[in-house]
């Protein structure tokens, strides 16, 4: 250990200095130094935490101080070598900060990992954790197993070397669970979990490991009794695709020993256990306790385990692994032999010779399971063959010797068995895909030592000893090549070297030469081994010693403690031999199929795994051997630990062929209590797996590093101005110099600073000190300005306040004297009148009174005096009794409680008196006690004889005072009674007076009593009717406060239900907008995994292609006819792959092949399911249309009326342009010249045919335009009436009946019946009263009134028909005037072009009236276009025809206009002026925002327009959306020219081909940004121009005209919104690849804020600093990145609302990756880092404030990061602090709310430490919370997105298309 100079002690160990000192009890124990260590000292003056003062002697030789303490900001640190001493006590003390205070169980020592087992199930295992950690480098994250994990797979796939993680620990340290923990962190993060599975077959081999490789022992309930190495394979994508495993030193002798409170393996009690089933009746099996094998260790249950579910568990891994139920039973069978057995009973015959009985039921059962004769294994049992050199002859064997060779066959069988299981598990692990390297996972057992130590524990620590060197090899190797890497002189450092106790084992002549030679000999024995260890080793070797009492024993002094071995047992394990005709009998086993296999390499075999290979050298049994038996009999001749030494050689091999990394387990405590830590085991544990090696090693050279920027960081404050230079290094060169003298403390090197161990916390003291002095100066200096300031605040408050009270004060005393003075005027007059008044009356009563009480106080007196002497005499004997008998009682009790007490008392002191009794001390405090308490009772008892005195005194004047009262008692009596007398002699004298007196008074009292009766009388009316006024007064309020009450109360409750009502309905609303999102979410989920199955499906045809190169076939239509894939024949290519994958099975995984056969069958019936709504579709269409048919008949006489009116009104007009045709043919005869323009010219013959055919041609497109305009305002009437037939309500009946009546025959009809039924005699027989009058009166009324609504409703509708005839006749006629100025051509497509605007708008009036008439009309419509088309094609082969005579016609009439004029031409006149005379000019048709193409051409529309763009381009220099524009403009085309074939393969063209091109560049943020915004705006488009009128409200008039009016493409919405949300969640994915390196970074590591936060000291696990270097992200690289992001969707013209739902996912995606990493980061949870992190969301809500974002409800995405910060910031000490911490951490759980608070750590002294009560009582107080328990957030998790629709403004006719788009083939329309 380090230990200081003395130089160093002087300054170190002063007062208050804390150190480590030795303790019995906890190992070390804390105290604090009282006084100054000065030089020569030879104790320290010491004080415990318990306020225990002690002085610590130091060693007179050594004068070694004790361990120095670290500072509390490094208490509890990641990383063991981060601690500035390192020591055992300092190791010690932060593992158990760590794993009592925080509850972690993982910490850094170095490059080990040390994990301590918490016997409780932790949530830190999940899927989130494994995220989190993947990709992180070993230090920037808290300990974890998976942090260990991830770093060797990071190793593996960048340095190409193989890896291993070296698991290790006592037995129930978690071993196990540590490995299987890391091999699931491989198979997650490889991608591979749900693909081969391999992870999933690994760890079902874990319960088949366990059940016949694992047993109880005294210190565990599942202990591995065996090593296994595990090496998981990867390809070269790093991939899991295969598993070996490999076994070590299976611990054979347990199958047929245990020791007390142990188990055998745990398979044969789960077999015993399940004994009852049906199929375990063959077995013959019963209760563990009825075998040997089971019942030795007499504990066959373990608490808390079901050993019948247990063997459900193993059948299934089995099952899983490929195990089918016949070899099971096998298994079952063997292992069933072997207790049967155990059990087999035999007899001693003699001394040498021994038998077993005929028919043992225990043979007979195990010959039957293993199929083999009872008579040849009872022979062998009990026999065995010897050999000589000229014969072999049988030789009989004692009742010992058969035992044993019996035990030693159960052994043999059951390593068989354990090799085969392991090879099969091999066997479903294996793969057949090249391995590219692997990474290994060690599970061994750890350094043992117990009471008795045989041949098991020896291999064990042998192994132990192996590892260990390599070990020390590896960790010094690491601490030499960082050195040499920062060029500081390196000098070799002292550690142990356990060579040459690796050599008294293995080396020649070592203790296995020893042993193996002493097997061989034929007479060996364990004594005659042990004579030889003595006499080799015990004089040569230090580390050999012997035992003292003992010749049988020897101790060899390991790594980690001595260790004593008994050599009993050691010969007959190292040979283990087996009877060889024994095994000849199992394998001439004929019924047993799996007992031959287990045997059939017998003899070859030798166990690869390092087992027990089966038998010894004696059993060889040929007399003639061959070459190939004598090459085998040379191989079962080595010995088991010849054999353990070559794989344990093997091992360490493929281990320095790795690169190693190292997991301690260490078991806490030997109770398996959760949390609970036990120091002396936890240091036992600590010493034996080379942490505290690893800690010497450190210390013994610099385990401080620090870099140049983090030390200035750290220590600025030690720093003057003047020391501080441009070049960091430099100053903190000249800094060190200063601040520590010796030079050896430190060295620089090229960017660290390495420092000794305890120079960190000298210099953290320095930096305290400097700092509590700052402190100190700055809190004076506020608290006198705040003082200062607060007493100037008070007095002028106080001035002000006495200014305004002295004021009123003054008034208030005025205004009271007036009123005094006028009070006391008044009262001196009325109180003197009053008083007069009372004084005479109370003068009249008082007279009266006091004679008749005056006369009734002597007679009461009397009585009283009396009855007093009386009652006295009886109280005083009662009294007297009951106070007697009250004191008997009290006696007896008060002597019996006494009694006990002093008994109890005199117990107590007898038995401390015994105690003390027998120490010196004793006698002296009893004697200084004594003397006190003798002094104590002679103040007693002067004290109670002054009481005496008093109560004597007392008691005399009592006597005095009471003899006085009876004299004066005595002479009233004796007065009394001369009173009695006199009053007796005057009595007879006033009897005669009294008796008239009486009668007198009777007179009087009879009158008085009728006086009385009257006014009673009066009086109880007057009462009785004042009480029932009263009464009504009072009833009528309670009445009306009733209703009062009342009202107030339908009020409140009117309010209550209101609010009630409001907050229900924002409850249903909140509740159905959580709904929507997680069924949102739900199906773009679905989307997602939809995606993934069709990337994958297209990947596995790819593999499939490349599987059968000389049978691939080239997909003809996949690249020429991509564009006409439709969904059904996605449909047929599923269908087509199926089989295909089928076909080929190797390779792929079983689950993902039933996924896409499940998807195939979801997609059949889907299709399915389609096909039969179409063909409902069609029924309903057939149906509809034999309905229209015959409503078409009915109303057909209506249209050929309206049919006539029309032919006579266009007959009219054609009348009057007939004769302005002839008026112009008459103006232009007229005006004509002679020559070539007169009549009967030809060119005037050419022009009149051309104006006749057009003439023509006009009437009949005219009658046809009528006859279709005729039929769909009649189909329009008939529907209207219909409407109103169903929509008239009952009181309409008339009305609707009347509307029937349509001729004036069925009018009369009607009246005439009415008639006659009014005169029927039913209602003539009756005279009808007032009211049938005025009912019918009103009916009738009713009738006419219905009827002229019903006449006005049909006037205007014919009036507004009528108008709309006068409009269309005058659009007809304008039509008509536009017409003729036209060329016949251009005409006839201009009026077709015209009715069929004109007939689409009609449909679209129609659909909005009523949608089943529109679809029906639309029928109709779609056949008259038809024809129209027909008739079209017809009038353009009759143009054509017609042009080629006009050709012909202008070549003839320019040959003879030639001819005519080539006279009369003059030299400066035109030759050609006459030949076209008649030419018309056609005008420039506008644009229609419609682009035509061929459909040759759509493959180059597709690669031009979305293949081959590049999105930079287009976004700079082009319109917004312009691809999705185009795309619209080519769809509106295909759909005006009613081409469906070609809207269906445009449509899925553009889909396919933007799959493909996110497909090819889908990392590319601007390229799925771009299609992002296209395809919204595609969408945008198809529904602003679909026709739907919720769609069309926000169109201008002329984008209403360029709707869709052929097909309804609603279903292709939908799928393309689809495509939409597949593309945002990839742009989504995209963002987060990007900023999610710089989250962690620019969020947490980097200080914004320069200086708030110093770095603490770091250890080997070197973190990312958080002072931003070069290259290094910032908050600043996060807000750049979101500002690109941002621009980029603009500048692609995204929708704002999308902006916001990706604005907001990206900051939920900050918050969440931010907050995970505050929770697995110890060094992060700080009040300085709190601070850091609200300025960055500050920084970020102030982008959203500049953005115009703040609504988008990013903000809000932020607040759990918000709140933690928070949390670090508040005061966190009483229960005020827990409840404002419970309602501000609302966004928080608890589990990450007491996660903060555990991690809390102080980076500054002058912070404090969060107590463990106060976690406790937030956990309490957070106890009723309705959570879930996950501790980190989904960063997976992408919100549910909506596409709100977003018009466009702009018109399509105003769209330019570039030239740089290669699009010329385009034609505008």
């Not at 070390?28 to 002085?55: F, H, M, N, P, R």
């Not at 009325?830 to 007679?859: D, F, G, N």
């Not at 809207?1543 to 493909?1556: A, F, G, P």
């Not at 696990?1661 to 958080?1666: A, C, N, V």
């Amino acid at each position: 250990m380090e230990r200081v100079t003395a130089m160093a002690a002087s300054e170190l160990y002063t007062k208050r200095a804390r150190v480590w000192i030795p303790d019995a009890e906890e190992v070390w124990k804390s105290a604090e130094l009282t006084k100054d260590y000065k030089d020569g000292d030879t104790a320290l003056q010491l004080i415990l935490e318990d306020v225990t003062s002690i002085e610590h002697k130091l060693d007179p030789k050594t004068k070694n101080l004790p361990h120095l303490r670290n500072p509390d900001i490094l208490v509890g640190e990641n990383d063991l070598t981060a601690l500035s001493y390192l020591h055992e006590p300092a190791v010690l003390h932060n593992l158990k900060v760590r794993f009592m205070d925080s509850k972690l169980i993982y910490t850094y020592c170095g490059i080990v990992l040390v994990a301590i087992n918490p016997y409780e199930t932790l949530p830190i295992y999940g899927t989130d954790i494994i995220s989190a950690y993947s990709g992180q480098n070993m230090g920037d994250m808290d300990p974890h197993i998976f942090a260990v994990a991830e770093e060797a797979y990071k190793q593996m796939a960048r340095d190409e070397r193989n890896q291993s993680i070296i698991v290790s620990g006592e037995s129930g340290a978690g071993k196990t669970v540590s490995a299987k923990y890391a091999m699931r962190y491989f198979a997650t993060v490889s991608g591979s979990a749900s693909e081969t599975n391999v992870e999933e077959k690994v760890l079902a081999s874990n319960p088949i490991m366990e059940a016949i490789g694992n047993a109880k022992t005294t210190r565990n309930d599942n202990s591995s009794r065996f090593g296994k190495y595990i090496e998981i394979g990867f390809d070269n994508r790093y991939r899991i695709i295969g598993a070996h495993m490999r076994t070590y030193l299976l611990e054979k002798s347990r199958v047929v020993f245990q020791a007390d409170e142990e188990r055998n393996y745990h398979i044969f009690y789960q077999l015993c256990a399940s004994a009852d089933l049906p199929e375990f009746k063959i077995l013959r099996l019963s209760s563990a306790n009825d075998f040997l094998y089971t019942r030795q260790g007499r504990s066959p249950v373990i608490d808390g385990v079901d050993d019948t579910k247990e063997l459900c568990i193993t059948r299934k891994a089995f099952t899983l692994l490929g195990i089918n139920d016949s070899y099971q039973m096998g298994l079952f069978q063997v292992l069933a032999a072997i207790l049967h057995l155990g059990n087999v009973d035999i007899k001693e015959r003699d001394s040498d010779s021994c038998i077993i009985p005929p028919n043992n039921r225990h043979l007979t059962a195990f010959c039957e399971l293993v199929g083999v004769t009872y008579q040849d294994m009872s022979q062998w049992l009990c026999h065995r063959k010897l050999k000589t050199a000229t014969e072999t002859y049988v030789k009989t064997l004692s009742r010992l010797q058969a035992t044993n060779s019996r035990d030693a066959l159960s052994k043999h069988i059951y390593a068989k068995l354990f090799n085969w299981i392991v090879e099969h598990v091999n066997k479903a692990l294996i793969t057949n895909i090249k391995q590219h390297s692997f990474i290994g996972v060690l599970d061994i057992y750890g350094f043992e030592t117990f009471e008795i130590n045989s041949f098991e524990q020896f291999c064990i620590n042998y192994a132990n000893e192996k590892l260990q060197q390599q070990f020390n090899m590896h960790v010094f190797k690491l601490e030499q090549e960082e050195y040499m890497k920062e060029q500081i002189p390196w000098t070799l450092i002292d550690f142990y070297d356990n060579q040459p106790c690796i050599n008294l084992i293995e080396a020649k002549m070592g203790i296995l030469d020893l042993l193996d030679e002493e097997c061989k000999m034929p007479k060996g024995s364990d004594d005659s081994w042990a004579q030889k260890l003595y006499n080799t080793h015990l004089k040569t070797c230090n580390l050999f010693e012997k035992p003292r009492m003992s010749n049988r024993a020897f101790i060899i002094q390991h790594f980690a403690d001595k260790v004593e071995y008994q050599c009993d047992g050691f010969l007959e394990k190292n040979k283990d031999t087996v009877n060889e005709e024994q095994i000849n009998v199992l394998k001439a086993s004929k019924k047993f199929d799996l007992l031959v296999e287990l045997f059939h390499d017998e003899e070859k075999a030798i166990s690869p795994t390092g087992q027990v290979p089966g038998t010894g050298g004696r059993t060889r049994l040929s007399i003639k051997p061959d070459k190939s038996r004598d090459k085998s009999s040379k191989e079962h001749k080595k010995t088991v630990g010849c054999q353990f030494r070559n794989s344990l050689q093997m091992l360490m091999e493929t281990l320095n062929a790795t690169t190693p990394h190292y997991v301690r387990c260490i078991k806490p405590n030997d109770f398996k209590m959760a949390f609970s830590f036990d120091p002396k085991r936890a240091v036992q544990q600590l010493r034996a797996c080379g942490v505290l090696e690893t800690i010497r090693i450190s210390a013994a050279g610099f385990p401080s590093r620090w870099t140049y920027q983090e030390f200035f960081s750290r220590y600025r404050v030690l720093m003057v101005q003047k020391d501080v230079l441009p070049d960091k290094k430099l100053t903190c060169k000249n800094v060190l110099e200063k601040l520590v003298q010796d030079q050896d403390k430190y060295q620089f090197g090229k960017t660290k600073i390495f420092f000794r161990a305890g120079q960190v916390a000298y210099l953290e003291k320095l930096r305290a000190d400097k700092l509590r002095v700052a402190c100190i100066r700055i809190q004076k200096t506020i608290r006198c300005w705040l003082a200062r300031k607060k007493y100037l605040r008070q007095r002028s408050a106080a001035i002000t306040i006495q200014r305004f009270t002295r004021g009123y004060q003054a008034r208030c005393l005025a205004k009271f004297m007036r009123r005094t003075q006028a009070a006391t005027m008044i009262q001196k007059y009325q109180r003197m009148c009053v008083e007069r008044k009372r004084y005479r009356k109370k003068q009249a009563a008082a007279l009266a009174l006091q004679k008749i009480l005056r006369a009734y106080q002597a007679r009461q007196k009397y009585q009283t005096l009396l009855r007093e002497s009386k009652s006295v005499i009886i109280q005083r004997h009662v009294r007297g009794w009951l106070a007697r008998c009250w004191y008997k009682r009290c006696l007896v009790s008060i002597v019996y409680l006494q009694c006990c007490i002093r008994r109890m008392r005199a117990r107590r002191e007898l038995k401390k008196l015994k105690i003390e009794a027998r120490s010196v001390e004793h006698f002296k405090k009893l004697n200084r006690g004594m003397e006190n308490k003798i002094m104590q009772l002679q103040r007693k008892i002067d004290e109670q004889h002054k009481d005496n005195r008093l109560m004597s005194d007392k008691l005399n004047s009592l006597e005095t005072s009471y003899t006085t009262e009876s004299e004066r008692m005595r002479a009233e009596l004796t007065r009394l009674r001369g009173a009695e007398e006199d009053a007796k002699n005057k009595g007879n004298q006033v009897s005669s007076l009294q008796e008239e007196l009486e009668r007198l008074r009777k007179e009087l009292s009879t009158t008085q009593q009728e006086k009385k009766n009257i006014e009673d009388w009066t009086q109880a009316y007057k009462d009785k009717m004042e009480k029932m006024v009263s009464e009504l007064k009072e009833q009528n309020g309670l009445l009306k406060t009733e209703k009062n009450d009342l009202n107030r109360l339908i009020q409140e409750q009117s309010q209550q239900m209101n609010e009630k009502m409001v907050r229900a309905i924002a409850q249903e609303t909140q509740q159905l907008e959580t709904d929507l999102n997680e069924e949102r979410s739900r199906y773009q989920n679905l989307l997602t995994e939809h995606l993934r199955l069709e990337e994958k499906y297209d990947d596995l045809k790819e593999e499939m292609r490349g599987s059968k190169p000389g049978h691939r076939r080239r997909d003809s239509t996949h690249s020429s006819n991509e564009s006409e894939y439709t969904y059904n024949s996605e449909y047929t290519d599923l269908e087509e792959g199926s089989r295909a994958v089928e076909d080929v099975t190797r390779g792929i995984d079983t689950s993902l092949t039933l996924k896409l056969q499940k998807r195939l069958t979801e997609l059949e019936q889907e299709k399915q399911s389609l096909r039969n709504e179409l063909e409902n579709k069609d029924e309903q269409f057939q149906r509809a249309r034999a309905r229209d048919n015959v409503e078409f008949k009915k109303a057909r006489g209506a249209e050929l009326e309206y049919e006539s009116l029309k032919r006579q009104e266009l007959e009219s007009e054609n009348k009057k342009l007939k004769h302005d045709l002839a008026a112009m043919r008459k103006s232009l005869l007229g005006d004509a010249a002679t020559g070539a323009g007169a009549p009967g010219s030809p060119a005037y013959k050419v022009l009149l045919d051309q104006l006749n055919s057009s003439c023509e041609e006009l009437e009949v497109r005219k009658e046809e335009v009528l006859i279709l305009r005729s039929q769909l305002v009649s189909q329009k009437e008939a529907m209207h009436h219909k409407d109103e037939k169903e929509t008239m309500t009952e009181p309409s009946v008339y009305a609707d009946d009347v509307s029937k009546l349509k001729d004036t025959d069925e009018i009369k009809q009607a009246y005439v019946g009415l008639k006659d039924t009014n005169r029927s005699p039913r209602f003539m027989r009756q005279p009808l009263d007032v009211g049938d009058l005025l009912s019918r009166l009103r009916l009738l009324e009713h009738q006419l009134q219905t009827q002229r609504r019903t006449h006005d409703s049909e006037v205007e509708t014919l009036r507004g028909e009528l108008q709309n005839v006068k409009e269309e006749n005058n659009r007809q006629q304008q039509l008509l005037a536009q017409n003729l100025q036209l060329p016949p051509e251009a005409r006839i497509e201009a009026s077709l072009q015209h009715e069929i605007t004109r007939l689409t708008n009609e449909n679209l009036e129609l659909l909005a009236e009523d949608p089943t008439a529109s679809q029906e009309a639309r029928v109709i419509i779609l056949r008259r276009m038809v024809d129209l088309m027909e008739q079209l094609e017809k009038q353009d082969r009759t143009i054509r025809k017609l042009k080629k005579q006009l050709k012909v016609y202008s070549k003839r009439i320019g040959e003879m206009g030639a001819g005519q004029t080539e006279g009369q031409t003059s030299p400066g006149q035109m030759v050609d002026e006459p030949i076209h005379p008649v030419n018309i000019p056609r005008r420039e048709k506008d644009f229609q925002g419609m682009l035509e193409y061929k459909k040759e051409d759509e493959l180059k529309l597709v690669k031009n327009l979305i293949l081959e763009l590049k999105p930079r381009g287009v976004a700079v220099n082009l319109i917004p959306g312009l691809p999705a524009y185009i795309l619209f403009m080519c769809l509106r085309h295909a759909d005006y020219v009613n081409d469906d074939q070609k809207v269906r393969t445009l449509l899925t063209s553009t889909i396919n081909s933007i799959k493909k091109i996110l497909k090819k560049r889908g990392d590319d943020v601007e390229t799925v940004s771009f299609w992002l915004a296209n395809t919204c705006r595609f969408l945008h488009c198809l529904k602003q121009y679909s026709g739907d009128e919720a769609f069309m409200k926000h169109n201008t008039s002329r984008q209403n005209e360029h709707c869709l009016s052929n097909f309804d493409l609603a279903e292709y919405r939908q799928v393309i919104s689809d495509l939409a949300i597949q593309i945002y969640q990839q742009l989504i994915k995209c963002m987060e690849n990007i900023l999610w390196p710089m989250i962690v970074s620019g969020m947490l590591e980097h200080e914004t804020i320069q200086g708030v936060s110093g770095v603490k000291p770091t250890g080997l696990r070197k973190r990312t600093s958080s002072i931003a270097d070069e290259g290094t992200y910032t908050l600043d690289s996060i807000i750049r990145q979101l500002n690109a992001f941002h621009s980029t969707m603009c500048q692609h013209g995204t929708d704002p609302e999308l902006i916001k739902q990706v604005v907001k996912q990206q900051f939920y995606i900050i918050g969440a990756v931010t907050l995970n990493n505050l929770l697995l980061r110890k060094d992060m949870c700080s009040w300085s880092k709190g601070m850091q992190i609200r300025y960055n969301v500050s920084q970020l809500e102030e982008w959203l404030r500049d953005k115009g974002l703040m609504v988008c409800g990013a903000k809000e995405t932020l607040e759990p990061l918000i709140q933690a910060a928070q949390l670090l910031q508040v005061k966190k000490k009483t229960d005020e602090d827990a409840e404002a911490i419970c309602s501000m951490c609302q966004g928080l759980t608890t589990a990450q709310i007491v996660k903060v608070l555990n991690l809390y750590t102080p980076v500054n002294e002058f912070e404090e430490r969060v107590s463990v009560a106060f976690i406790r009582t937030i956990q309490t107080r957070l106890r009723d919370r309705c959570e879930s328990p996950q501790l980190l957030m989904d960063t997976k998790m992408i919100y549910p997105v909506t596409f709100p629709f977003s018009p466009s403004s702009l018109a399509l006719e105003t769209i330019q298309i570039p030239s740089s788009l290669n699009l010329a083939f385009l034609t505008r329309v």
